[in-house]
């Protein structure tokens, strides 16, 4: 599509371009022969803009650099904008863009927003928008691995889904701008700002809605030394979450983030009644089996994805996000995951932080 013309050209806006801003930008630029381009961002923070500007130029691309949406938003030069600003940030950003006459398309990074409140307003107010497509950033579910594993459940090569137990063993969370991302008032807690995307795939892999949320954490390790501007940080760095879902599927989330001698980042495992599946990430492994075949017949394969250019930080899945939401920006799909799959993900996270607090079961209904 080298020779697209100018006018098809889809024009990209990104609103903040803190460490996955650039990262956005990377992905567009893997996949410019779509007919895309970079034209403008919004970040307050210069010494971000300066860095989001020379990536830009190693591509041959010019940005235009405003220092806050409503002025990306005014100047009318996207099309589409990405939304990757600090958490706390999104629900204005998004209130903003919907309700802003010309209509962008938008992709907004997890979490939706960092409370339910503020997830549902935003869902109500696109509600009358039939003009734009958003969609959410919930791109674990396009890592090859984990994208082999949803095919073969949604194929029912494991039966009815009975178990879905998820491991994510990892390192802290890494330094940002400001150090928003040290308090809970800021990311929405760590079950809502990381473990999100768990709950997405928990939803998806169950096929059903969570009914209660059952946890158990705390910040044992991390960041406890730490002080900024006078406070101490107070985001948990390792939990264990229970999840029942209304089909009589269970989830089990159990996150450490200070296991950085761990050999896979993520272990997810999906448990039918008649067989069970397992995708490792970063190692890139599937096994599966059945209960009829037994331990010997169990199957080990590499998944990949050829239409993969760019691995980047999420091993591939952030550039096929990108490539499937411009195909629902054409018109050839709908949202990928849309605003609904937003909401019930952080809504989970909620219940989960909730319960640690008050150390008691926690109905969805409750904070729905």
Same mark, same amino acid.
């Given at each position: 599509? $080298?020779?697209?013309?100018?006018? $098809? ?11 996955m801003g650039r990262e956005h930008l990377i992905?567009?630029?893997?996949? @410019? ?5 970079? #034209?403008?961002?919004?970040? &307050? ?8 500007? %020379? ?20 100047? %009318? ?15 204005? /950003? ?31 107010? $696109?509600?009358? @928008?039939? +003009? ?32 879905? *137990?998820? @491991? ?41 809605? &969570? ?8 910040? +044992?390790?991390?960041? !406890? ?13 390792? *939990?264990?979450?229970?999840? %029942? ?24 495992? #999906? ?6 599946? %397992? =995708?490792? #990430?970063?190692?890139? /492994?599937?096994?599966?089996?059945s209960r009829a075949q037994g331990r010997e017949?169990?199957?080990?394969? !590499?998944?990949?994805?050829? @239409? ?32 609904? +799959?937003?909401?019930? =993900?952080? =809504? ?7 319960? /640690? ?6 109905? /969805?209904?409750?904070?729905?």
């Amino acid at each position: 599509m $080298a020779d697209v013309k100018e006018s $098809a050209i889809v024009r990209y806006g990104i609103v903040g371009v803190g460490m996955m801003g650039r990262e956005h930008l990377i992905n567009l630029h893997h996949l @410019r022969d779509q007919g895309l381009a970079v #034209v403008c961002i919004a970040d &307050p923070h210069p010494p971000s803009q300066l860095l989001a500007v %020379e990536l830009a130029r190693s591509f041959h691309w010019e940005l235009q650099v405003f220092s806050g949406h409503e002025e990306l938003l005014k100047s %009318e030069l996207c099309d589409v904008i990405v939304v990757s600003s600090p958490n706390m940030t999104h629900h204005q /950003i998004l209130i903003d863009i919907i309700n802003y006459p010309k209509p962008h398309h938008v992709l907004v990074e997890k979490p939706l927003c960092t409370t339910v409140a503020d997830c549902k307003q935003v869902l109500e107010t $696109a509600k009358k @928008r039939s +003009d734009m497509v958003v969609q959410v950033g919930l791109e674990y579910r396009y890592m090859p691995p984990v994208a082999k594993l949803i095919e073969k459940v949604k194929s029912r090569d494991f039966g009815n889904v009975k178990m879905v *137990a998820i @491991r994510e063993h990892r390192f802290p969370f890494l330094v940002k701008v400001n150090n928003w991302n040290r308090f809970n008032v800021n990311t929405g807690g760590t079950l809502v700002e990381k473990c999100c995307h768990f709950f997405d795939l928990m939803r998806l892999f169950a096929g059903a809605n &969570p009914l209660c949320v059952m946890a158990s954490g705390g910040m +044992d390790v991390n960041h !406890k030394d730490e002080v900024y501007d006078g406070k101490v940080p107070d985001i948990i760095d390792n *939990a264990y979450v229970i999840i %029942e879902f209304d089909n009589g599927c269970r989830g089990m989330l159990d996150l450490c983030m200070f296991a950085e001698g761990s050999k896979n980042e993520q272990e997810i495992s #999906v448990t039918g009644d008649i067989g069970k599946g %397992e =995708a490792l #990430v970063p190692e890139g /492994i599937v096994r599966f089996g059945s209960r009829a075949q037994g331990r010997e017949h169990v199957q080990t394969i !590499k998944a990949e994805d050829e @239409r993969i250019k760019y691995e980047g930080l999420h091993h591939g899945s952030s550039y096929l996000e990108h490539l499937i939401f411009l195909s629902a920006i054409r018109g050839e799909r709908r949202a990928a995951v849309d605003l609904e +799959d937003g909401l019930m =993900a952080v =809504a989970i996270g909620v219940a989960a932080q909730l319960s /640690i607090q008050e150390r008691r079961y926690v109905s /969805i209904e409750e904070v729905l």
